[in-house]
């Protein structure tokens, strides 16, 4: 077996170990999400998070890429980190914004204070000063407009040379986005928020970024799901870090 193929159930169940006090459920949503959700290793392959930085987690959860960036600081201090990928975001930080008081019990539960997690709203809360900003399937839930105020807020937090990884619905995809848009409906209601809008497509993502002064990157990040998902990766020049431009203050129509 590779050591990359090694190392990476290795590092899920180092990931999951931290929720088993936190109960069967948070054990077992972690461990499914972690094995099947391909953006987790991706994010460590690519080295999307580098070491030391400080992460902001918008729509954190439960706590899942906390739990995994300290597992993966253990693999690689304990020299199982495979050589063909990024380096091990060893060291880094971690803020989580979650909405749900049960998520955020649950994140603190099982990591205590390896990480920072707040309970509120994205559209509200303070965002702290950060090198990469994490927004995995949470935009859906909010309108255009608060989506928009959001990536600006977001935008202004990073530091020089920040990324902001951001995973989105396709809204051209289809039945496939059809499937991902009813979920965020369901979820919606479960959890009293607002009806999502109508979603954007990956090319009106991409140029949204764009206009705020992100270098942009995508990819399908759906393997495995009956979603359409894009992964984005914006990167943010340093003579642009933490400014706000007229760009930022506008939203899409």
């Known amino acids: 077996m590779s050591a ?25 949503f972690a461990r499914g999400k972690l094995r099947h ?18 992460v ?3 729509g954190c959860g439960q706590g899942l890429l906390a739990s995994l960036l300290g597992a993966a600081g253990g693999e690689a201090s304990g020299g199982r980190w495979p050589a063909d990928w990024a380096a091990a975001p060893s060291g880094a930080r971690v803020t989580g914004i979650d909405l ?7 994140a603190r539960q099982a990591l205590g204070e390896s990480a920072d997690f707040v309970c509120g709203d994205m559209r509200s809360t303070a965002f702290p000063a950060a090198d990469a900003v994490v927004i995995l399937d ?10 928009d105020a959001v990536l600006a807020r977001a935008r202004a937090a990073l530091a020089s ?23 965020d409906r369901v979820v919606s209601r479960v959890r009293g928020l607002t009806r999502p809008g109508r979603g954007r497509s990956a ?3 991409r140029a949204r970024l764009a206009g705020l002064g992100f270098g942009v990157a995508s990819l399908p990040m759906s393997k495995g799901t009956p979603f359409a998902n894009v992964l ?12 706000t431009p007229a760009a930022a203050e506008t939203t899409c129509a």
């Open 4 to 28: 990359a193929a090694a190392t990476w159930p290795a590092l899920v169940e180092r990931a999951c170990l931290p929720y088993r006090p936190a109960g069967r459920f948070a054990l077992h």
């Open 37 to 54: 959700d391909p953006v987790f290793r991706h994010l460590l392959v690519h080295g999307l998070i580098a070491p030391h930085d400080r």
């Open 56 to 58: 902001l987690d918008i």
């Open 100 to 106: 749900s008081p049960r998520e955020v019990a649950r």
């Open 138 to 147: 949470a935009l859906h839930y909010i309108g255009r407009a608060e989506q």
């Open 161 to 183: 040379g920040g990324r902001l990884v951001l995973r989105v619905g396709d809204a051209t995809a289809g039945r496939r986005f059809a499937a991902s848009h009813w979920v």
């Open 203 to 205: 090319d009106e993502w």
């Open 232 to 243: 984005l990766v914006g990167t943010l020049a340093p003579a642009l870090a933490g400014a």
